[in-house]
């Protein structure tokens, strides 16, 4: 049963550019989150997902950042014009229906990189 | 809002002995889920243990126990007989067992603390 998967692992993008960083929840998850971690910080909330529709955005930048999560594919973290505050690592979670056992499972994480 | 404090930054511990990690919490709510995940230098987030607020009896997974005080929203992690494994961030974490007023049920992260074994 495979975990939840994030590619790409590693991402290094030049201020201006695009980051689009994708999800596959677990195998009959329909809910995701995405987290971003900073150095030496704890990860923060930013959007929470269920399929075609953002639930909760309360932690997303206004400007740059989205989110989506189709009726098929991957869900999708999009950064636009990108500046160095953005690097970071972007994890991304699921879990089958709330609040369940209350776990969230998480993916490795997607490590980005702007010079 | 929840919010998650773990009062240290760094911890260390010889090899086979005890070791408790802090964490206290801020929280209006009386149903809620607490967490302690471990996220060695791969990065991954690993779930160490979890604890239900409703029930009192603090949780346990081998060598890892929890010493959950509800009344003092207070949630240590103890690891006995510590390894070389053991080694690692540790964040304690939140998540309200009914989400907020949007229907989130987003987990709430402590800064974290890390942990470093001696051998």
């Known amino acids: 049963n495979a975990g939840v998967m994030q590619n790409p692992r590693h991402l290094v993008r030049r201020r201006g550019q695009e980051a689009r960083l994708r999800c596959s929840p677990m195998k009959g998850h329909s809910h995701v989150y995405w987290y971003r971690q900073l150095p030496e910080e704890g990860l923060k909330f930013m959007v929470y997902?269920?399929?075609?529709?953002?639930?909760?955005e309360s932690g997303m930048p206004k400007e740059r950042f989205s989110a989506e999560f189709p009726k098929e594919g991957p869900s999708i973290l999009r950064i636009q014009q990108v500046v160095r505050g953005d690097s970071a690592a972007y994890f991304c979670?699921?879990?089958?229906?709330?609040?369940?056992?209350?776990?969230?499972?998480f993916g490795e994480g997607s490590r980005l990189t702007v010079l | 809002a929840q919010t998650v404090t773990q009062s240290q930054p760094e911890m260390s511990v010889q090899e086979a002995e005890t070791v408790t990690l802090s964490c206290t919490y801020d929280t209006s709510e009386s149903d809620y889920y607490l967490f302690w995940y471990k996220q060695p230098p791969s990065r991954q987030m690993i779930l160490v243990i979890r604890q239900e607020a409703y029930k009192q009896q603090n949780a346990t997974e081998n060598r890892f126990s929890v010493n959950f005080q509800k009344a003092a929203k207070s949630f240590s992690l103890k690891i006995s007989d510590s390894q070389l494994g053991d080694a690692a961030m540790y964040f304690c974490?939140?998540?309200?067992?009914w989400g907020s007023g949007a229907g989130s049920y987003q987990l709430t992260f402590g800064k974290g603390t890390k942990l470093s074994v001696i051998p």
């Open positions: 974490a939140y998540r309200s067992a």
């Open positions: 979670a699921s879990s089958p229906s709330q609040p369940g056992t209350g776990e969230l499972f």
């Open positions: 997902l269920q399929k075609e529709n953002i639930i909760d």
